[in-house]
């Protein structure tokens, strides 16, 4: 069987994170007065389907073949830390460990490594090339599936659980399974009517084994390729916190670099505060602190003890609509809705002083929340009735 | 974003105390370049020090002036009525600058601190010599189209973005400051550097430095900012112009310009406001003051289109601050501001 490797860190552990590959550059980003207008990742992994898989030095120290006879999952990522892909590679990690390889090795050890850096030698390597990516290797080291997560979109955990399948020995065929539609039928939830994100938890709740390789091994040896030393960061540790949002007093457990908007979605599961382009320039994050419009991605939890935070979720009295939010259903301020929590605290915000604003001083008031829909008419008209009301 | 640890401090010597010693430490207030910079892995700093707990928050007389807290919000600057009375350039450029979100969590003391909106600062992969001393400035050769026409170097050519700045630049107002030896003060024309050999330093002020207030002199003229950006409103200038100007008679007895998107600090353009004093407020004089004001321009390959726009843009915010031409919007307000009005009616 395969060499048993310790079992890595917590994803998004500070030992995760621990190689900094930077590229000397990225083809075709090019961000304009902080507005990253495009970022056009043409380059896919150029690894055929089916071919073994390039040898390599992993950011552990370890040689890539030497870990043959599993199933490797090396997912390409930037070594910004993010909770979402924090939390994504936590999914990843549990359903390898889930994954049973087969009778032939009951005993499987499956490996991940979350915080390969996708501008670092064993991208390029791979022909991963500044993009989010994911590849599977077979037992043999060859290349069985692969997928490029382009800007702004996740993988669905269901395309690495077929993935997955299709590696079994009793599969119909190699990675022809891995669609959305097996994926959905093999994750598919008994009962039905959950949510996403109860189904995703569902899924999870099945994952019985979770050993990994890799990450913790970060102290290893570096690649002679990696020029750029590693950053000294001192240890993730995190700092108790207490919130009063819509009224209620939470207390929770934050590293400080977490700001008000992951600890709300994440931490609190108060999804209603969307995460938009998490630079303060699209405003569907914003909040109401201490009774006044803020972009909560670009505020720290621990910045904000003390004050008092409105989400999207206190608007409302029981099931009676703030009359904003009634404005905004009647006046049919949204298409898809993904702005629309950021609208309404934006709004609702910028009627409190009972001014009577002209549509263009709404349009000024209003500008730091984007509404890719273009509802803009109908957002100014619900605003226009509130503050006539 | 790298992890650091975080103290809040609540006097300033405090926070200065917990700054000065570590060189990896920075100030944190409304935090809205900073984090968004930490984000995109350009500003990594091992220990934040919250100065928003700091008894700085208030707008107060001072010598016939007015006196600005350094945690003063923008938008509670801008909405101050002594501040839009008197001072009404200070206002336009804080509403013309950002969003409401973005005003409301800013503060007046590290508005002036923001970074360059340099699109090679902000992206770690490109050579930069203001993020990484030494790497070269890959804008010097790039698309330079928001770069400085003004004393720039061959080592950086980024300009300042902040829209204050400019109007406390041709306002004289007064930095005040408290650090490791001690309160001082710096007259605003001097908080900025130009880039030189080292561009990673913006300001003239030492680490561990804190702003403390910003005190507005007492001053009886008219002001007025004037900004030309891609958009009609959340988005940085292209160009910008503020004027101070104080009349005796029909003459102008002083006029103060500063210009916005051109250079590494807001820059003043004393030979244009030599030729302003004493004279009779004219087309023809602000055509020739903007004239002069441009004379020295060094365009790089992208960014010529500034001198002509720069030339207009001053002249008219000159016409403007006179009154010979009308104010496009209510004085201290985001509409007097902006060229081309706001928000496409």
Known sequence: ?389 | MHPFTYQRATTPAQAVAAVAPAPGAAFVAGGTSQLDLMKEDVLRPSLLVDVTALPLTTISALNGGLRLGAGVSNTAAALHPEVAARYPAVSEALLAGASTQIRNMASLGGNPLQRTRCPYFRDPAQACNKREPGSGCAALQGINKVHALFGASNSCVATHPSDLAVALAALDAQVQVTGPNGPRTIAFPDLHRLPGDTPQQDTTLAHGELITSIDLPAFTGRSHYLKVRERASYAFALVSCAVALEMEGQKIRRARVALGGVAHKPWRVPAAEALLAGKKPSEKLFRAAAEAAFADAKPLEHNAYKIPMGRNLMERALLETSGLQPLQGPAGTAFAASVGGVSGE
């Open chain 1, 1 to 389: 069987m395969a060499t048993c490797y310790p079992p890595c860190a917590v994803p998004g552990s500070a030992a995760g994170r621990a190689r900094v590959a930077r590229s000397p550059h990225i083809p075709g980003c090019f961000a304009y007065a902080g507005l990253n207008l495009t970022c056009s990742m043409s380059d896919e992994p150029r690894l055929p389907l089916g071919e073994p898989a390039p040898d390599c030095l992993l950011p552990n120290g370890r040689y890539l073949h030497e870990l043959r006879g599993q199933p490797v999952l090396l997912a390409f990522a930037p070594e910004e830390w993010n909770p979402a892909h924090a939390h994504q590679s936590t999914i990843f990690t549990q359903l390898l460990g889930a994954f049973d390889a087969g009778s032939s090795a009951p005993e499987a050890v499956v490996s991940c490594w979350h915080s390969l850096s996708c501008h670092g030698p064993v991208a390029a390597q791979f022909g991963v090339a500044g993009q989010r990516a994911l590849l599977l290797l077979d037992e043999q080291g060859r290349l069985r599936w692969q997928t490029t997560i382009r800007p702004g979109h996740e993988l669905r955990t269901g395309q690495v659980l077929a993935a997955l399948e299709a590696l079994r020995p009793d599969a119909p065929a190699p990675c022809a399974a891995a669609g959305e539609a097996a994926a959905g039928a093999a994750l598919a939830p008994a009962g039905g009517g959950l949510s996403r994100r109860t189904f995703v938890t569902a899924t999870l709740a099945t994952a019985a084994l979770l050993l990994l390789v890799g990450a913790a091994e970060a102290a290893g040896p570096v690649s002679p390729t990696e020029t750029q030393p590693p950053m000294p960061a001192p240890e993730a540790a995190t700092v108790p916190v207490t919130l009063t949002i819509n009224g209620e007093a939470h207390r929770l457990e934050v590293e400080p670099r977490v700001v008000l908007l992951d600890a709300l979605r994440e931490n609190l599961h108060l999804t209603g505060t969307k995460k938009g382009c998490d630079h303060g320039q699209c405003g569907a994050c914003t909040v109401h602190l201490d009774g006044h419009s803020a972009l909560s991605c670009l505020t720290l939890a621990v910045m904000s003890e003390g004050r008092k935070i409105t989400t999207i979720e206190g608007l409302a009295q029981g099931e009676t609509l703030h009359p904003m939010q009634a404005a905004f259903v009647k006046h049919d301020a949204f298409q898809c809705g993904y702005c629309t929590p950021g609208q309404i605290m934006a709004a609702t915000a910028l009627v409190q002083d009972k001014q009577r604003r002209s549509a263009a001083e709404i349009r000024e008031a209003m500008s730091g929340n984007l509404c890719r829909c273009a509802a803009y008419p109908n957002i100014i008209a619900a605003i226009q009735e509130i503050q006539t009301a």
